[in-house]
C-alpha cells in the first residue's frame, strides 16, 4: 500500500501564524482543521486574579516554562467578548513576531486546544515570511524543540508555499493580506530574495480608510457590544437601539470591534472598477446597502469604489488623511508596479515564466473585480509578454494558501530527509536552521 | 418464409438442432472480469469497450459490520536519505510492509568536479578571483544544486559585485581547466562546460531590449512585419504572373519556329519575314476600330497557326462568359440607383425593359438611349438641388437685407 496516495504521511502538523488569522491542522488534508484570529485578548495579572480559571489549557502545565504573567483570551468565542479592562493585542508586526510570550500562548492554543495532540509525537511544519530574519527562525527552532519537545522541525516560507500549493515551481507571488501587500518571485522553489517587495498598504490600511471614509459621511458605526437590542428602521433613519452599558472598555477592544464593522462592509460591500478608475461610469453603477449592528442601514455607491481603489493607486486622490497615521503611504506605489518592480530584478531568463505564472493569493485579494484589474493594469507594462494570472477561485485556497502548501509540502515523501531533526538541532544548534531552511 | 428457407438461400449451413433456442447466448463475448483494486471507470478506459447495453443498477452492499476491522499499525520508519535516523510514525496497514527505496527517491546530487590545492595554484590563478571567492562560488552550486537564478541571488561575498555571467564563466571555465588538465579525466566532456560570455551577455542584452519595448513599439513592428509580409506575397502574384506570361511567349517562338519550320521544308520566303508577321497582325488589329476588331478575332479560324493564339490584350479586353448568350445580355447594367427612373422614361416612351429585337445596331443605339437616360435624370437632379440652393439663399440675403435695415433704422432712431 505505500504506493497509495498519502502513504508518506508522518502526521505532521502545519502551523501558518498570520497577522489576521492563523491556520493549524494536519499535513496532507485540504484545509485547516482549526482558523482563529491571531489578535488575542489580554487581561494583566491584578485583574485575572479575583477571576476563575475557567480555561485550563491557555495557563499550560508545562513546569519548564515561566507562567505567563496575564491572562490570555485566545480564539473567536474567547475575544470578542467583552470583559472590563481587556486589552486586545496583536503579537505580530509587518509580519513578524514581535511578543514572542503571546506567540507561545498562540501555539499553545492551536496545538493543544484546537488539534488536541502532544507535539512530541508529530514533526511540525511552521510558516514564516519571505523577509524573516536570523533570529526569528532561530528563536523559532528553539521554541519548537526547547519547549514542545517536536521530533523533527521545519520553517518554510510563505511564498514558496503559496506556489507548491498551485503546483508551479517557478511563480510571481501576490501576497496582499492584512497587514503587508508583498511580491516575492519565486525560482525553482527558492525565493529570489532581491526581488522581494512589500508595502504595508493592505487589508488593514483599507480598514483604516474606510472607518475615516465612514467620518467624513458622518456615520458613527456602534460595534456589537454596545447593542443590547436593535429595532428595524427604514434607510437612512436614525437607528433605534437600546445600548448596553460597558464601563472599562479599552480603546483596543473599542477598536477591534469597531474593525470587525468594517471588515464585514468591506466584504460585503466594497468592490475594485475592472479598468481604469472613472468615478462617472462608478456612479452609474448600482449601490449597494449595509447595515450596521445598531439598525441603521444605507447605501453606498461610488465610496464602496474609493477605498479598495487606494491598492492601485495609493495617492491623494484616495487615501484620506489620518490624525495619527500609522503607516507612511508618501514611498507606496500600486501593486501593479510592484509586480513590474520586482520582475526587472530578476534575470531576463526568468521573466517570461514568472509573467505567465502570476499567482494571487491573501484575503484583500478577494475584492471583486480585483483579478480584471490587475489584469488591467499589469498587462500594458509589459507588452511584449504573456501575462497568465492564476487565482484560485475558492475564498479558502485564497486565504489559506501558505498552509495549503505546507500541508502538501509535509505530506511528499521525499520531503522527509529535509525535517531538522532533535538529533540535528542537538549536535549543531539552533543556527542549523539557516543552513537547513534555506528556502 | 420460414429462417430455414432463408438459410438455404443464404447458404448458411444449420446450427446443431439442440443449440438453436440459445444462438445469442453463445456469441455474446464473454464479460471481462474486473480485476480488484482498480475503480470501474479506469477499467473502462483500460478493459475492453464499455458494455452498450443497459446494465442493471447494483445498489452499494451493506457494510458488514461484523468483520473485523482492518489492522493499522502506527509503526517508525526512516528515510533512507537521512543519515541521522530519524525515526518518523506513519500509519501502515499491513504488518509486513516496508517502505521500499523506490518509494522514497532521495534527492540526487550534482556531480561536480573539485580542484585540489594545488591544482588551483597551477591552472586556475585568476587576477579578479581569490581561491576564497571560488571555493564561495563552489560551495553555493553544490548548496543549491547548479542553480545558477538562485546562486546569484543569494551571492554575498564581501567586496565584490558579479554578474550571473561572471558566476557562470567562472565556474564553467574551472570545469573546462580541470577536466583538460587533470589526468584519468573523458575530455570529451568538456563540450558540457562551454561557455562564451561575450555572447551571453549580447544575448541577454538584446533580450532586455526586447522586453524595454513599448507597446507602440510593438504595434508598429507587428504592422511592418504585415506590411513585408504583404509585400512579399505580392510579388511572388507578381512572380507567377510573369513566368505564365513567359511561358505563353515561349509558346509562341516554339510556334513560329514550327512554322518557320514548316515553311523551311516548304522552301518558300526568307524566315525573317515570316517572323515580323505576327507582330504586325497584332499592331493592325490594334489600330482597327473595336467592331472590325471584334469580327477579325471571330473571322480568325484555324487558317493561321500564329492567330489561332490571339493577342493577350484581345483576350483581356473582351470577357466572352462560357456558353451562349443572348446579346442584349450584353447591354450594361444601369446603376443600382437610376434603374427604376430609367425603366419609367422608357416605359413613357412605349418601350420594353430590354430591346425586342436585339441586333447590333439595336443594341449600340439602345446603350446610347440608357446613357442619355441617366445624364439627362442626373442633370435634372442636379438642377432641382441647385434651384432649391438658390431659393435659401435668397431667403437668407432677405432676411440679412431686412435685419441690416432695421439695425441701420435702429442706428437712426
Redesign the interface.
Do not use: N
Given at each position: 500500500?505505500?504506493?497509495t496516495f498519502g502513504?508518506?504521511?508522518?502526521?505532521a502538523l502545519v502551523l501558518d501564524v498570520g497577522t489576521a488569522w492563523t491556520r493549524a491542522g494536519y499535513a496532507g488534508e485540504d484545509c485547516p482543521k482549526a482558523v482563529f484570529p491571531t489578535a488575542y485578548g489580554y487581561l494583566p495579572e491584578e485583574e485575572s486574579e479575583d477571576k476563575v480559571r475557567d480555561n485550563q489549557a491557555v495557563d499550560t502545565d508545562v513546569s519548564n516554562i515561566k507562567k505567563p504573567k496575564g491572562k490570555y483570551y485566545l480564539g473567536d468565542g474567547e475575544i470578542n467578548v467583552w470583559r472590563p479592562n481587556m486589552e486586545v493585542k496583536n503579537p505580530l508586526n509587518d509580519g513578524l513576531v514581535e511578543d514572542w510570550d503571546a506567540l507561545e500562548q498562540i501555539w499553545d492554543y492551536a496545538l493543544k486546544s484546537r488539534l488536541h495532540v502532544d507535539p512530541r509525537?508529530h514533526?511540525l511544519l511552521v510558516s514564516e515570511v519571505a523577509w524573516n530574519t536570523r533570529e526569528h527562525r532561530e528563536k523559532l527552532i528553539e521554541l519548537a524543540f526547547e519547549k514542545y519537545e517536536t521530533?523533527?522541525f521545519y520553517v518554510a516560507k510563505n511564498p514558496v508555499l503559496t506556489a507548491y500549493a498551485s503546483g508551479r515551481p517557478t511563480a510571481m507571488i501576490l501576497d496582499c493580506g492584512a497587514a503587508v501587500t508583498s511580491v516575492t518571485p519565486v525560482?525553482?522553489g527558492?525565493v529570489?530574495?532581491?526581488?522581494i517587495i512589500k508595502q504595508p498598504i493592505a487589508g488593514d490600511f483599507i480598514n483604516e480608510q474606510i472607518l475615516l471614509q465612514f467620518g467624513q459621511l458622518n456615520l458613527n458605526p456602534v460595534p456589537q457590544y454596545l447593542v443590547e437590542k436593535k429595532n428595524y428602521v427604514d434607510p437612512d433613519q436614525p437607528a433605534n437601539v437600546i445600548l448596553r452599558n460597558r464601563p472599562n472598555t479599552t480603546a483596543s477592544f473599542h477598536k477591534y470591534m469597531l474593525m470587525k464593522i468594517v471588515h464585514e462592509y468591506k466584504e460585503s460591500v466594497c468592490q475594485l472598477y475592472e479598468s481604469t478608475y472613472n468615478e462617472q461610469v462608478i456612479s452609474s453603477r448600482p449601490m449597494k446597502t449595509f447595515e450596521f449592528p445598531d439598525g441603521y442601514n444605507t447605501s453606498f455607491g461610488t465610496e464602496r469604489f474609493r477605498a479598495p481603489e487606494i491598492l492601485f493607486q495609493p495617492s491623494s486622490e484616495f487615501i484620506i488623511p489620518s490624525p495619527e497615521p500609522t503607516v507612511d503611504t508618501s514611498p507606496c506605489v500600486g501593486i501593479h508596479h510592484m509586480i513590474f518592480n520586482s520582475l526587472v530584478t530578476c534575470?531576463?531568463?526568468?521573466?517570461p515564466a514568472m509573467m505567465s505564472n502570476l499567482i494571487v493569493t491573501g484575503g484583500s485579494t478577494l475584492f471583486p473585480g480585483f483579478v480584471d484589474r490587475l489584469y488591467h493594469e499589469v498587462a500594458?507594462k509589459?507588452?511584449?509578454?504573456k501575462v497568465r494570472i492564476h487565482a484560485p477561485g475558492n475564498s479558502m485556497e485564497r486565504k489559506c494558501s501558505s498552509w495549503l502548501g505546507g500541508s502538501i509540502l509535509a505530506s511528499l515523501?521525499?520531503f522527509?530527509?529535509l525535517?531538522i531533526?532533535?538529533?540535528?538541532y542537538d549536535e549543531h544548534g539552533k543556527g542549523i536552521v539557516e543552513k537547513k531552511c534555506?528556502y | 418464409m420460414a429462417t430455414s428457407d432463408v438459410r438455404d438461400i443464404l447458404q448458411i449451413s444449420r446450427p446443431a438442432p439442440g443449440a438453436e433456442g440459445t444462438p445469442k447466448k453463445s456469441t455474446k463475448p464473454e464479460k471481462e472480469k474486473k480485476p480488484e483494486g482498480i475503480s470501474r471507470e479506469l477499467f473502462q478506459l483500460i478493459g475492453g469497450a464499455p458494455p452498450v447495453a443497459f446494465t442493471k443498477p447494483t445498489y452499494k452492499q451493506k457494510p458488514n459490520l461484523r468483520q473485523k476491522a482492518a489492522h493499522w499499525e502506527l509503526r517508525e520508519f526512516v528515510h533512507p536519505g537521512r543519515t541521522d535516523q530519524l525515526a518518523l510514525l506513519r500509519w501502515t496497514k499491513d504488518i509486513n510492509n516496508n517502505i521500499t527505496e523506490d518509494d522514497l527517491q532521495e534527492f540526487q546530487n550534482l556531480e561536480v568536479i573539485h580542484y585540489t590545492d594545488e591544482e588551483y595554484h597551477k591552472y586556475l590563478l585568476d587576477r579578479d578571483w581569490t581561491k576564497e571567492e571560488t571555493d564561495y562560488l563552489f560551495d553555493l552550486y553544490k548548496r543549491y544544486d547548479g542553480r545558477f537564478m538562485i546562486i546569484y541571488d543569494r551571492y554575498d561575498f564581501p567586496g565584490k559585485r558579479r554578474t550571473m555571467e561572471d558566476l557562470k564563466d567562472r565556474f564553467y571555465f574551472v570545469q573546462r581547466k580541470i577536466i583538460q588538465q587533470r589526468p584519468g579525466q573523458d575530455k570529451a566532456e568538456i563540450a558540457k562546460y562551454n561557455y562564451d560570455k561575450n555572447r551571453e551577455v549580447d544575448r541577454k542584452r538584446n533580450l532586455c531590449m526586447l522586453f524595454t519595448r513599448t507597446s507602440e513599439q510593438i504595434k508598429e513592428e507587428e504592422a511592418l512585419l504585415e506590411e513585408y509580409e504583404r509585400i512579399e506575397q505580392n510579388e511572388k502574384k507578381f512572380a507567377k504572373e510573369r513566368e505564365v506570361l513567359i511561358k505563353s511567349l515561349a509558346f509562341q517562338d516554339i510556334s513560329t519556329t514550327v512554322k518557320r519550320k514548316r515553311s523551311m521544308t516548304n522552301g518558300s520566303s526568307t524566315p525573317a519575314t515570316e517572323i515580323v508577321t505576327p507582330v504586325l497582325s497584332v499592331s493592325a488589329s490594334e489600330s482597327l476600330p473595336k467592331k472590325s476588331r471584334r469580327a477579325s478575332a471571330s473571322s480568325v479560324g484555324s487558317s493561321a497557326v500564329v492567330e489561332a493564339h490571339p493577342p493577350v490584350e484581345h483576350v483581356r479586353r473582351e470577357k466572352l462568359p462560357p456558353g451562349v448568350i443572348v446579346r442584349s445580355q450584353k447591354i450594361p447594367q444601369v446603376k443600382q440607383g437610376a434603374i427604376t427612373k430609367v425603366t419609367k422614361y422608357l416605359q413613357e416612351a412605349g418601350l420594353g425593359i430590354r430591346p425586342s429585337m436585339p441586333t447590333e445596331n439595336v443594341c449600340a443605339k439602345w446603350i446610347e438611349l440608357q446613357k442619355a437616360i441617366v445624364s439627362l435624370h442626373d442633370l435634372k437632379r442636379h438642377v432641382e438641388k441647385q434651384e432649391h440652393e438658390l431659393k435659401t439663399k435668397k431667403q437668407v440675403l432677405e432676411k440679412t437685407k431686412a435685419a441690416a435695415g432695421g439695425s441701420s433704422s435702429s442706428q437712426n432712431w
Open positions: 500500500m505505500a504506493a502513504g508518506y504521511e508522518v502526521t509525537e514533526p521530533p523533527a525560482y525553482d527558492f529570489l530574495k532581491k526581488g534575470d531576463i531568463d526568468a521573466r500594458p509589459v507588452p511584449g509578454m515523501g521525499t522527509h530527509q525535517w531533526s532533535r538529533k540535528e534555506d | -
